[in-house]
């Protein structure tokens, strides 16, 4: 039984989202992964059959991990507006700690010819009726907010935020808390 070199395997992964965020995931090429990993092509070929596979799996485990963190924020808190300040913070450290994971998830999210695993479809869905039924329940949203509304506003309006900040294409001259506050509140509002 060979052992998996568990250091390789995340250069790997780490190459991969670097270089779908420059090229796109059609412009990165296995061969390229694999150079910018410093490892071989027949090696990540070993642990994955085509980049569609090392993708997916990239994906999921990222999307699966920032869900798992909103399942729990929403068991421990009792307000959507508490919950949604745990989402950004998760935001921003996955941002400081990896610049290019957001970006990298964002992309292949809305690229039409990228499969989407339905596992992260349905979490989505999951994610969003409780979202909505404990802001609802509080009286922090209206009624006539629904699921598509959460999914657009709180899960798309930081992340496309966070990637503006990240790339430069506003004065940022606001302390992490304030643009916090000022993200919760947009949120919020859009909701009401």
Same mark, same amino acid.
């Given at each position: ?18 270089? *779908?965020? $420059? ?35 990239? #994906? ?9 963190? *909103? ?19 998760? #935001? ?27 596992? /992260? ?16 329940? $509080? ?6 907010? /629904?699921? *598509? ?12 935020? *966070?990637?503006? $900040? ?22 919020? $509002?859009?909701?009401?």
């Amino acid at each position: 039984m060979r052992v998996i070199d568990t250091d390789k395997i995340e250069r790997i992964k780490k190459e991969a989202k670097i270089l *779908i965020v $420059n090229k796109g995931y059609h412009g990165a090429s296995i061969a390229e992964i694999a150079k910018k990993a410093n490892v071989s092509d027949g090696y990540l070929y070993r642990h994955y059959k085509n980049k569609s596979e090392l993708v997916k799996d990239i #994906l999921e485990k990222q999307l699966e991990q920032f869900h798992d963190h *909103i399942f729990a924020l929403l068991d421990e808190k009792q307000t959507l507006k508490s919950v949604l300040d745990g989402i950004i913070s998760f #935001l921003f450290n996955l941002s400081q700690e990896e610049p290019y994971a957001i970006t990298f998830a964002h992309m292949l999210v809305y690229d039409h010819e990228f499969v989407y695993p339905q596992s /992260r479809h349905d979490a989505i869905n999951k994610l969003s009726k409780d979202l909505l039924n404990l802001g609802i329940k $509080n009286g922090e949203i209206s009624q006539t907010t /629904r699921e *598509i509304d959460i999914q657009l506003t709180i899960l798309n309006i930081p992340v496309k935020f *966070i990637e503006y $900040n990240s790339k430069g294409y506003y004065e940022n001259y606001l302390t992490e808390k304030k643009e916090k506050e000022l993200l919760i509140n947009l949120c919020m $509002n859009a909701l009401k």
